[in-house]
């Protein structure tokens, strides 16, 4: 009876030896692998997870807006979907010869037509308007009859950083809420009715008031 005590506190205590073990084997692995993971860059453990790290975005804060080709130089190459590629085109075709201030000014209005409730509500779309008809579009390269075809490739690359730009939400406030503008070349009937809000470069702008939801904040 002595002798099967005996043998099964000897067991039990080689079991317990066993589990402390394995404890200490345990805790030994889970310090070393916090070890290792706080030798992981933040944005690669983020990135393990789909984790955005807010934090560090922050401190990558965009670079202030200027209105030069040495700013836009400093971009990256612009891309995007069918609403950028319309953009992009629309400020080729209508505002390639202006200067850097001048492309957002017409950029700007693009975008101020989305916001209006008399225009319609997409990119594309308000640049698309009336195409069909030939000279009865809102911007005349769409409706003239001739294929747009873009030579420029670098005139083509500047004006789609700012397509990307106006896009990524970078603020103008360079026409006053204009939805309208027409190089200083012609004086279109609807120039009489409307609000002249600015000037720049060889195009002029125009805002509705009958519409002001365009205004910018």
Known sequence: MKLLTMIAVMAATIT????????????????REKTNLSAVPSRKFSGFFGI???SLK???????????????????????????????????????GETVKGQFAVAEVILNRVKSAQFPNTPCAVINQ???????????YTCD????????????????????????????DLTGGAT?????????????????????????FYRDERYRTALSN
């Open 16 to 31: 317990m030896g066993k589990s402390v073990s394995a404890e200490t084997g345990l805790n030994t692995l889970i310090e």
């Open 180 to 204: 309208y503008y027409h190089t200083t070349a012609v004086r279109p009937r609807w120039s009489r009715t409307f609000t002249k809000t600015a000037r720049i470069g060889v195009h002029l």
């Open 58 to 96: 922050s401190r990558r804060a965009e670079p202030k807006l200027e209105f030069t080709k040495a700013w836009l130089d400093s971009r990256p190459p612009a891309k995007g979907g069918e609403q950028f590629a319309c953009l992009a085109e629309a400020l080729y075709f209508e505002a390639r």
């Open 130 to 140: 009336g195409t069909g008809r030939k000279y009865q579009c809102q911007f005349t």
């Open 145 to 172: 009859g001739h294929k747009e075809v873009i030579h420029e490739k670098k005139a083509y690359q500047r004006v789609a950083k700012v397509a990307r730009a106006a896009l990524d939400g970078f603020k103008t």
């Open 52 to 54: 955005r790290n807010t």
